[in-house]
């Protein structure tokens, strides 16, 4: 396939400011080969972001195909309205075993939607309980949660939504900690979680539900939490009778060392969505779990209305939770959290040498996940020239054969969950050189 004279105008790409976005000087990705993206001209892009922190395995994990190529003969599409397929109900069995506490699995297909439907439900449970005063939500400042109006009202980020305030929904935002961080040491969070005790002990009783990313802030600037800060709240939402609603999308599955998250920071939430490495990145699938406690109010007569009136075209995709099965077997057959755990050693001693860098400010990083915060005369640093500081590194970053974005001032390494030592060398030692370019054109 030859696309150089592929046209590409009428693609309005997601987070971009088209007016900048010159068709000619960009990269048309045609295939994919272990951790890269190739392109018209056969040049290759290691990816330095796990294509939107979905990749697990790379690009040709044959066993992941064939059960795809499997499923599309046999059963290439069929909704769960009505109906079950096989593999919607195998995935659903795994997941409840794997996710201590749930007992349900609500089937979409994009992180933002699976949000929506923890919202939903959250929702729904109290008003079947009785207590349709219940209806607000708390969450974290800087947490992200998806781009629909509920995910963005839950998620407000304000360098991204600010356009869209107006239509959002009111919820309560509290600070969030992070690791590493002067604001927040131990003392510190324990002011934090009793600011967030006293709005729970004044009007618990109008609170919905808890909704924040566990284990780490990903979108909103890689924020680690400290150590114990998620059971804290966790303990709170049920002092209070307040649903915990985690958000394991992009960081559940290993991406920071741990298969379930929620586990390894000893919460115990009512509603938990993953989706991102659920399928390896191969497919769109999301889910939303809940425990029976949940489940069970949206149980009663057809005309009492209490089931779940939320359902997408391509729930419970047998495509997808094919893919999504073969994917989790493969994750066990081949440890992948150890593998993780040990490849995260090598990146934290990698990423070392970025602490020389005076403009790196800060380095937060954990599992598969890091964040670089660069700053000037302790100031973001938003541009260099005119250019946006994210444009000038993605833009390097491809010179040099790595796909990377950057959020904002946040330099973010997010590299595929299995990726061998090599790559994962290149791509931290390719950012180290931009980096240290990118300081000595500021002096
Ligand atoms: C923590 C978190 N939640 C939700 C979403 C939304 O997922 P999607 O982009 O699939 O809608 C994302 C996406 O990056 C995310 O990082």
């Not at 994990?61 to 003969?73: A, G, P, V, Y």
């Not at 069970?296 to 209305?305: A, N, P, T, V």
Request: charged content about 25%; proline content about 3%; some cysteine.
């Amino acid at each position: 396939m030859n696309s150089n004279n592929l046209d590409k105008r009428y693609v309005w790409h997601p987070y971009t400011q088209m007016k900048l976005w010159n068709n000619s000087d960009n990269i048309t990705v045609q295939y994919g080969n272990g951790f890269n993206f190739i392109d018209s001209n056969k040049r290759r892009y290691l990816d330095g972001i796990s294509n939107m922190w979905c990749n697990v395995w790379g690009h040709d994990r044959t066993e992941i195909l064939d059960s795809m190529k499997n499923q599309l003969d046999i059963l290439p599409h069929s909704s769960l309205f009505g109906l079950v397929n096989e593999p919607s109900a195998k995935l659903a069995k795994r997941l409840i075993t794997m996710a201590k506490g749930m007992t349900k699995v609500f089937y979409s297909d994009n992180g933002s939607t699976a949000i929506e439907a923890a919202l939903k439900i959250a929702t729904q449970y109290w008003n079947n309980k009785g207590k349709s005063q219940k209806k607000k939500f708390i969450c974290l400042k800087n947490g992200y949660h998806g781009d629909t109006i509920g995910c963005m009202s839950v998620g407000y980020v304000d360098g991204y939504f600010s356009p869209y305030k107006s239509i959002l929904l009111k919820t309560i935002k509290v600070d969030s900690p992070t690791i590493r961080h002067p604001k927040f040491g131990p003392q510190e969070i324990e002011q934090y979680v009793d600011k967030i005790e006293n709005i729970l002990k004044r009007i618990s009783s109008k609170i919905s539900g808890f909704v924040m990313e566990s284990g780490a802030q990903i979108a909103g600037g890689v924020n680690i939490y400290p150590e114990g800060f998620q059971k804290k709240i966790s303990d709170l939402c049920k002092k209070y009778d307040t649903l915990l609603i985690l958000d394991e999308i992009a960081t559940g599955f290993g991406r920071l060392g741990n298969m379930i998250e929620y586990r390894a920071q000893k919460s115990e939430p009512d509603i938990v969505c993953f989706a991102k490495a659920l399928t390896g990145g191969y497919f769109p699938l999301a889910v939303t779990l809940t425990t029976s406690r949940i489940f069970e109010q949206f149980l009663g007569d057809y005309w009492d209305k209490r089931q779940l009136f939320h359902g997408h075209t391509f729930t419970g995709h047998p495509v997808g939770c094919a893919a999504a099965l073969t994917n989790l077997d493969l994750y066990e057959r081949l440890n992948l959290i150890r593998k993780i755990r040990l490849n995260s050693l090598v990146f934290d001693k990698l990423l070392k040498r970025f602490s020389e860098l005076e403009i790196c400010y800060d380095i937060r990083n954990k599992g598969m996940l890091c964040g670089i915060e660069l700053r000037k005369e302790n100031k973001p640093l938003k541009t260099i020239g005119k250019m946006p500081v994210g444009h000038y590194i993605a833009k390097e970053s491809l010179k040099k054969g790595v796909y990377l974005r950057t959020l904002g001032n946040i330099l973010t390494i997010i590299p595929p969950l299995a990726i061998g030592k090599e790559d994962l060398t290149k791509i931290v030692d390719t950012e180290y050189q931009i980096v240290e370019n990118l300081q000595k054109k500021l002096k």
